[in-house]
C-alpha cells in the first residue's frame, strides 16, 4: 500500500513538473568535463538574451555520446523528448530520428537567419533528407588528420608521409628505430583509421559511392582497401597494447615518441593545446591523412527540434543562438573545434590557434565527405554492425570476407544507397 | 486458525507487491518474449523508432540468426564467454572462499580484522572493481610491468583484455553434445551417490536419466535438431570458439571481488556446525584433517549449493564489470548481457536484442529453477 501510495505520489509530482515547465528549456547532451565549459559559454549567451528562460543542462558522460544516445532513445520512446538534444549531423540523426518522424523541419530557420549562405552547400546536403533540413551544426571536427611530433620526425631522418605507399616504405625505418610507426587504440579508433584509409584508397568520389551505392561494398575497389588497411595495420601497435589505449594515451605515445603518427580527429589537437600545453606546429605537427589531401572528412555535432517538445519557442531560439556568428565563436574556440559558418573564423581570427585557422581555410575549400564512425555518412545500425566486419577483418586477414561481410550489413541497414 | 480479518489484512498488505511484480516483472518477460518473436528493427525499412511502429511477427526468425548466422558470430562467442567465465568464477570463488573460511577457522589472531578485509572488495561495485582491474591489467603496465619493477626482469607481454588465444578448442556444432555429457555426468554422480546410500528408488530414476542423456549423445539426434551454422567453414577462422585468454583478466577481478562473499557464507556454515561433533570425532581418534574431510565440508553442501546458485546467475547475467573493464565494442571479452545494450540501444535492433535477453533469461532459468524447486520440497518436507 504504501509503494503504491508512494508511486501515486511520485507520479502526480512528475505530472505537476511537466506542467510547470513553460518557462524552460532543457539542453540534452554529452558535453560533460573537458567539452563541459563551451556548452557553459554558449546557455551563458542564451540566458543573457532569454533572461526570463530557466535553462535546464542535462548531459549524460560518455564520449561520442555512446551513453547519451540510449538514455535519448528511452526518452523519445517514452514520449517525454528534451526541448533540444546534442546528435552528430547526418546519418545519426536522419536514419534514426528523421526517418522515424520525430524531428521538425528546420528549414523556415535557415531561411529566417540566411544560414544558406553561411553553411557550405555540401554539409546543407548531408543535413537534408527528402527536402526538410533537421538540425543545426554548431561545430566540425575534421576526422582525416595525421599527427606527428615534428622534432621526433626530423630526429628519425623521415619525411611526413604524403600517400599510404610513402608511409609503408618508410614504415621498417621506424621500426628499426624501435618505435611503432603508426599508432591506434582501442576498438573504435581502428574503424577510426580505416575511414582514412577508405578514403585514401576510394578517393572522394569512391567514398561517396559507398553511400550511394555506386561503389559495390563487396568488389574489387572494396577488397584493395582492406588489403591495404592490413598492410597498414601491420605496421601498427594493434598485436600488441592497441585496445587498452585511450585515443588520448594513442596521442600521448606520439606526443613523447614511442610511436611517429596516429590518425585522430582533431579533437586532438584541442586535447595536446588544451590539456598538453603544446602549440600547434612546433609540440605536434599536423597533416591530412595520407592521399586524402584536398579532401575533409568531416562531423559536426549538431541541435534539433523533436516534436511535440515543451518549449517550442526557446527551442527555436536556443537553435538561432547556435547558428549565429555570435553563438558559434563563443563555443568553437572552447571546444576546439572550427565553426560550421565559413565566415566564423574570419570574423574573430584572434579566437582561433593555427591549427584550427589551417582546418577552417581546408572546410571553406576543400571536398566534404561524411565520417562514417562520427556517424555523417551511415546510420547506427551500419554503424554497430560494422564492429562485426572489423572484426572478421581483424580476426582472419581475410580482405574478401570482410568485403561481403561488408555488403551484407549494407543491405540489413539499407545505408548504401538504395 | 487466522481471522478472515487478519486474511483481508494480509491480503492488502501483499496486493502493492505482487501487483507490481505482476506488472514489472512478469508482464516485461511477456513483452520481451513477445517482442523477440517480431522483425522490429530488424531491417532499416519502416523505421524501428517511427511512432506506432508495426511489429510484424515471425516466429523464431531472430533466434534461428543468433544460432547460424555469420554476422551473428558475436553471440555465440558470448554464449562461448558466458560458459567458461561461470565456470572458472564461480570454480575461482568456491575454492578460494573455502580456503579462506578454513584458514580463518583456525583460531587465527585479529579473525575479525582478516574477515573485514577480505569482505571489503564485495561492498566496492563492479564498475570500481573493473575500473581499478582494467589500470592494473593494461598491456604495457601494472601486472605486466610487475616482474620488471621488483626484480629487473624481463617485462611481462600478455594482452590481459584483448587476447586472441584460445585453449579449449571445439566445434559450435558439437555443443549440445558436451552439454549432454555434462548434464550426464552431473547426473550420473548424483544417482551413483544415491546408489550409495541405499536410495534405490530415486537413483533409478537418476540411472534412467543417464542412460537417456548418453543415448541423445550417442544416436547423434542433436544434428538434427541443432541449426548449422550459415558458414561452418568460415566460423572458426573469424571466430573460433573456446576459453579465449582474454577473459582471465575478467574472471580474476571478479574472483577477487566475490571471494569473500563466498568465504563469508562458507563461515556462517562451519560455525553452525556443533562442537559437540568435533569432539566426538577427536575422541573417536579422528585426525584434524580427518575432522574436514568427514565432518566439516560433508556439512557445507547445503552451502556450497547456495554459493553455486548465487554466484551462477551473477555470472550469467554479467554486464558492470565487463563494460567497465573491457568495454562494450571489445570482441573478446563479449557478454550477452553487453549484446543486449549494443543491439537493442545502438543499433535499434529491438527483436534481436530481446531475443537475446530471452536466451539470458532460459539459461538463468535453468540454474534457477531446480533450486528452487528443491528447495521449496525440502521446507515443505
Known sequence: MKKLLALVLVLVMALGAVRAQSGQLEIFSWWAGDEGPALE????LYKAANPGVEVINATVTGGSGVNARAVLKTRMLGGT???SFQV?????????????????DLTFLYEREGWFDAFPKDLIDLLTYDGGIYSVPVNIHRSNVMWYNPAKVAEWGI?????????????????????????????WTVNHLFESVALGVLGAEGWNGIWTGAVDPAGAEMVAVFEKFGEIL??????????????QQAIDKVVNGTAAFNIMGDWAAGYMVTTLGLTPGEGFGYAPAPDTSGVFMWLSDSFGLPTGVAN???????????????????????????????????????????????????????????????????????????????????????ANAAATAMSVICVQSGACGG | M???????????????????????????????????LTDWGASGAPPPLIPNVEKKFVGGQMYEALFTDLLDFPFRNAMTNTFFFTVFFVGGCLLFGLLLALLLDQNVKGEGLFRTVFLFPMSLSFVVTGTIWRWMLQPGGGINILPQTLFGAEPLTFRWMNSRDVILPFEWANVPNYLTLIGFAIVAFYAANLFMKGRMRAAQYGIAAAVVMLAVVLSGVWQYIWPPLDNPA?????????????????????????????????????????????????????????????????????????????????????????????????????????????????????AKASAIAVIMLVTVGVIIVPYLWSQLRTTKR
Request: glycine fraction near 8%.
Open chain 1, 41 to 44: 559559454a554558449l546557455i551563458a
Open chain 1, 81 to 83: 523528448p528534451p526541448d
Open chain 1, 88 to 104: 552528430h549531423a547526418g546519418e545519426e540523426l536522419t536514419g534514426t530520428w528523421v526517418v522515424a518522424g520525430r524531428m521538425e
Open chain 1, 159 to 187: 619525411e611526413v608521409p604524403a600517400t599510404w605507399d610513402d608511409f609503408l616504405a618508410i614504415c621498417p625505418t621506424i621500426q628499426a628505430a624501435g618505435v611503432t610507426p603508426l599508432v591506434v587504440g582501442e576498438a
Open chain 1, 234 to 247: 601491420a605496421c601498427s601497435n594493434i598485436k600488441e597494447d592497441a585496445a587498452g589505449l585511450s585515443w
Open chain 1, 312 to 398: 517550442r519557442d526557446n527551442t527555436v531560439a536556443w537553435l538561432a543562438l547556435l547558428g549565429s556568428l555570435e553563438g558559434q565563436n563563443a563555443f568553437n574556440p572552447l571546444k576546439g573545434s572550427i565553426p560550421a559558418r565559413v565566415d566564423a573564423v574570419d570574423a574573430a581570427p584572434d579566437l582561433y590557434n593555427d591549427y584550427l585557422k589551417s582546418a577552417a581555410a581546408d572546410w571553406a575549400s576543400n571536398t566534404l565527405v561524411g565520417s562514417l564512425v562520427h556517424g555523417t555518412a551511415a546510420n547506427e545500425r551500419f554503424m554497430g554492425d560494422f564492429n562485426q566486419v572489423m572484426e572478421i577483418f581483424l580476426a582472419s586477414g581475410n
Open chain 2, 2 to 36: 487466522r481471522s478472515p480479518r487478519d486474511r483481508m489484512l494480509a491480503f492488502w498488505m501483499l496486493m502493492p507487491s505482487v501487483l507490481m511484480i505482476a506488472i514489472f516483472v512478469y508482464f516485461f518477460i511477456f513483452r520481451a518474449v513477445q517482442t523477440s
Open chain 2, 234 to 350: 568460415m566460423e572458426p577462422s573469424i571466430a573460433p570458439k573456446g576459453f579465449n585468454l582474454a577473459l582471465v583478466g575478467i574472471i580474476i577481478a571478479a574472483v577477487w571481488q566475490m571471494s569473500g562473499y563466498t568465504m563469508a557464507m562458507f563461515m556462517a556454515g562451519i560455525r553452525g556446525i556443533p562442537d559437540e561433533l568435533r569432539e566426538a570425532a577427536r575422541v573417536d581418534g579422528c585426525s584434524e584433517i580427518g575432522i574436514y574431510r568427514y565432518i566439516i565440508l560433508p556439512q557445507l553442501n547445503p552451502i556450497m549449493l547456495s554459493a553455486m546458485i548465487v554466484l551462477g546467475h551473477i555470472s550469467l547475467k554479467i554486464f558492470d564489470l565487463v563494460f567497465a573493464m573491457a568495454g562494450p565494442d571489445n570482441a573478446q571479452t563479449i557478454v550477452p548481457g553487453i549484446m543486449v545494450y549494443t543491439k537493442g540501444f545502438r543499433e535499434n535492433q529491438f
